[in-house]
């Protein structure tokens, strides 16, 4: 049987709610409209690049410019495409 590696969420509290993240899982974070979701994207694109982890963020809420400018600095400008 192959293991598998658990990752984080970033936030100690959902990582215990939900087990840990592995690899290829699909997190999908639904928030009320007005509500900022900016603390669980930086915590969670800031683990990954501290791990190493590649992030794919998918989101028909926010332009690319947005995500661009406000989490861009989080990333190794290497790994940002």
């Not at 936030?11 to 087990?19: K, L, M, S, T």
């Not at 928030?31 to 694109?45: E, L, Y």
């Not at 683990?47 to 190794?76: H, W």
Request: proline share 2%.
């Amino acid at each position: 049987m192959k293991s598998t590696s658990k990752a984080t969420t970033g936030i100690a509290e959902v990582d215990r709610a939900v087990g840990g993240v592995i690899s290829g899982d699909n997190l999908v974070w639904e928030i009320d409209s007005g509500v900022a979701g900016d603390h669980f994207i930086s915590s969670f694109v800031a683990a990954c690049e501290q791990d190493g982890i590649p992030v794919v963020y998918v989101s028909f809420n926010r332009s690319t410019q947005t995500i661009a400018s406000k989490y861009a600095r989080l990333m190794s400008p290497e790994r940002w495409s």
